[in-house]
């Protein structure tokens, strides 16, 4: 009766990677202006020194991402002003210069227009690599990663392509300095807290070995949806079905749906028979901006560090009253 | 019963065995409706005693003040949870077989089912428009998606009705079947582009159209409950004139009836049903095609039975389905789709051979 039931896992998993969807953007007309139209600016969240740009023949000038976590690397390392054009989700930092391509529904022609000399995936999407390799594009596929070392690889490895080699490696090392401060900031607790990642308000979660469980398992949280997806026949991101999250009453709520689904603090607390948890009577339902809580760039230090924040709030607050 | 029955203008008219709704069979309907919606309650990921489960039910009774143990967490689980979802299936189980029922007996056609017409393609695209477009979101009075996906299969089924029947001729069986099919495959090809266009909701509007039986709580029986009514009324008094129209449109004509009155009075009643099952439920598939004919298998082929028979057992089976959904993979949920047909298509195939070979 319906079709692409068997896709459903495979498009689930996508749409929760999260960043690499967008719109499909054939009538994209080819731009011929000159590249590096975008001031050379230093992000905000990752302030690094002065750009020096090594201007090189082999350093691209033209470059295309159509990842947004690639996006945010790109900018942060200061290759921002050597990135021509980006895709529809890759809205982070503002200055991003974002147009109708798609990472999700990738348009090799619509690519190949803006004539770059790189082109940053996430996914391989309707083999869409060979088909800008056959147009003589360079291309890097930067999968999302299943640890954060895959997230510094990464960084590292679009420094060394862009001709910021200097700026990635010094990134990584304040998020790796930043990430060490937030963990030994955690006190020590006999049994760990518990937390709910909410993907949307159909109940899909994450379990710990996702590179968003990994996030929680730094801060020492033990997450109530793994036995949901003890193999990882679900990819870890399971369902999970209400009556389970309302008997393993989690301590923490995180919810990466506020603006897809619109869910806050709120509306959780109105669904039928949430007003008993815990985390709801505690105030400790974390509402998460769902770019950062889904994207594996330099932003994952700010997710980090607003976990942290709730757990160490919730910790204070449970030693206090017990 | 006898082969041949009287029908109301006295003429007789050869039918095959139960022509009349036997009471043998309602009780089982009905025990096995009860039976589900008990075990329902019983059952699901957290395990709550069963005893207890009783006493919390003698509990609510007027009078009756029995203290049955179960935490405020159970107590929300039972009530809250468990409590809506049972009811909700039952109502959508048996809107959708009952619904399908009417619609193969309208079209003679064994292959029909409530999403012949339209149906589950027009209310994907409402339910699609309202996911992408965000209208009402936080807002929580009314949550705009049932709305919009049962206005969405209303507006299918009447333009397929409109599309199908020429004005002035008695539009026959197959050219409205043919519309269903023409605007379907129309608004399914909206509703992708739709949803193409807005890759970032994609996963809200997958997970409606594969259906589930919501937990938003008693909203959503509170919406269906007065359409239930009203297509469980209007199909139970068609049974009649159903079976008449099963001989053909000119004997039926003969014996002095108005098939295209008939057809369009059922077929409205048991598109209503539908559309609001499919509105708060989504898009729940095999339950209104297989449950009729299982019916008519072991009950024989006169709507007075197969009609009421499978509202009972189709509320039953959806029931017991969604059981599986929520208990198989706990504490992971299934979409219950996938349990609907997992289970429906080898019973279905089981109570075939069994009835070929009798």
Known sequence: MLRARKLVPVIVAIAMLGAACGDD????????????TVPSEVPSTEPTQTTETVETADVPQRIVSLSPSATEMLFA???????????????????????????????????????????????????VVSGLQAAGITTMLMNAPVDIPGTYAQIEQLGEATGHTAEATDLVEQM??????LIASIPERETPLTYYHELDDQLYSVTSKTFIGEIYALAGLTNVADAADPDGAAGGYPQLSAEYLVDADPDLIFLADTVCCAQSAASLAARPGFDQLSAVKAGNVIELDDDIASRWGPRIVDFLETVVAATNAASAADTGTS | MGAVAVDEQG????????????????????????????????????????????????????????????????RAIVWDLRAPRVVLGLLVGGLLAGSGAAYQGVFRNPLADPYLLGIAAGAGLGATLAIVSGV???????????????????????????????????????????????????????????????????????SWLLGRLSTSGWGEVGLLAPYAVACVVVLTLSVGALDVLAVGD????????????????????ASLGAAAAVAVSGLIGFVGLIVPHVVRRLTGVSHRQVIPLSFLF???????????????????????????????APFFLLILRRGSEA
Do not use: K
Request: hydrophobic letters at 50%.
């Open chain 1, 25 to 36: 953007a054939p009538e994209t007309t080819p731009q011929t202006t000159s590249s590096a």
């Open chain 1, 77 to 127: 390392i200061g290759a921002g002003d050597q990135v021509l054009a980006v895709d529809a989700f890759s809205y982070f930092p503002p200055e991003a210069p974002v147009t109708e391509l798609s990472g999700f529904q990738p348009n090799v022609e619509a690519i190949v227009g803006y004539d770059p000399d790189l082109v940053v995936l996430s996914d391989d999407i309707d083999d």
């Open chain 1, 176 to 181: 790796q300095t930043t990430i060490d401060r």
């Open chain 2, 11 to 74: 003429l007789r008219v050869a039918l095959p065995r139960g022509t009349r709704l036997e009471t043998g069979w309602l009780v089982g309907g009905i025990a096995a409706a009860l039976g589900a919606v008990v075990l329902g309650l019983w059952l699901g990921p957290v395990s709550i005693p069963p005893g207890r489960v009783m006493l919390e039910l003698l509990d609510r009774l007027p009078v009756i003040d029995i203290d049955s143990g179960l935490s405020v967490s159970d």
């Open chain 2, 136 to 206: 009402g979101d936080g807002i929580g009075v009314v949550d705009p998606v049932p709305l919009a996906a049962f206005v969405g299969a209303l507006v299918a089924v009447a333009a397929a009705g409109m599309l199908g029947t020429r004005r002035g001729r008695s539009g026959t069986a197959s050219t409205l079947i043919l519309a269903g099919v023409a605007v379907a495959s129309f608004l399914t090809a909206v509703q992708t582009y739709v949803q193409q266009r807005h890759a970032e909701s994609l996963r809200q509007v997958y």
């Open chain 2, 250 to 269: 000119d004997e039926a004509a003969s014996l002095g009836m108005r098939p295209r009155r008939v057809r369009l009075v059922v077929l409205g009643a």
């Open chain 2, 314 to 344: 189709g509320g039953a089976f959806l029931v017991l389905t969604d059981i599986a959904a929520r208990t198989v993979q706990a504490p992971a949920e299934l979409p219950i789709g996938v349990i609907t047909a997992f289970i429906g």
